[in-house]
C-alpha cells in the first residue's frame, strides 16, 4: 500500500487513533469534549467543544506531543492546532 502512495492517509490514521486512545487515558473527564480530527505535514488538528479545554491542552502541548510521538514510536507530530 505504501507503494501506491497510501503512506499518508495510513500515518493520519494511525495518529489520530493513538491520539484518542492517549486522551482517554490522560483525560479522562474531558476526553469526550476534544476530538482529533486530522493531520497532515506534522500537525495535528484537534476540535474541542470548550475553549478552557483547549486553552489547558495549548499549555501542555508540548508535553502531548512528545507522548503521543513515544507511543508512535518516531517523531511524527510537530504542532498541535485547535479548533473551537
Request: some cysteine.
Amino acid at each position: 500500500m505504501r507503494e501506491r502512495g497510501y503512506s499518508r492517509q495510513i500515518d493520519a490514521i494511525t495518529v489520530i487513533k493513538t491520539t484518542e486512545v492517549f486522551f482517554k487515558s490522560k483525560f479522562p473527564s474531558f476526553y469526550h469534549k476534544i476530538n482529533p480530527i486530522s493531520f497532515k505535514n506534522g500537525v495535528l488538528r484537534i476540535a474541542s467543544l470548550s475553549a478552557p479545554i483547549a486553552s489547558e491542552l495549548k499549555l501542555h502541548e508540548k508535553e502531548i506531543i512528545k507522548c503521543i510521538n513515544i507511543k508512535l514510536e518516531k517523531e511524527v507530530i510537530q504542532k498541535l492546532n485547535f479548533i473551537l
